[in-house]
């Protein structure tokens, strides 16, 4: 399964896993040494601790939650020029800093 895009999940500024675009849908894969770390913690608890990949047709509701909604959605996709249907697109620009515990990266850092 190829990924067209992948972001790359932190929790607490701390890598936690991939989330890949793919012909299928999406997948959602917790790193191995994040696993294995004793501060590890579930990303949201629909998404718990796991060594299997999670799968899904459509982007895990918790990261489209991340999005943000109405006039700032706006604003984001002016300014990157990203179709508001482009909801991974939106997701690598507009979760960098996000509320809370969870950052999305465009790069492994």
Known sequence: MDAFRTAYVYVRNVFAGEL???DEGYSFTYDQ????SENAS????TL???EKAYTSKTLFPFFDGLIPEGWLLGVVSRNWKIDTKDRFGLLLVACKDGIGNVSIREEYI
């Open 20 to 22: 890949c675009e793919t």
């Open 33 to 36: 040494r994040y696993l294995s």
């Open 42 to 45: 579930a990303v949201s608890l």
């Open 48 to 50: 718990p601790l796991c």
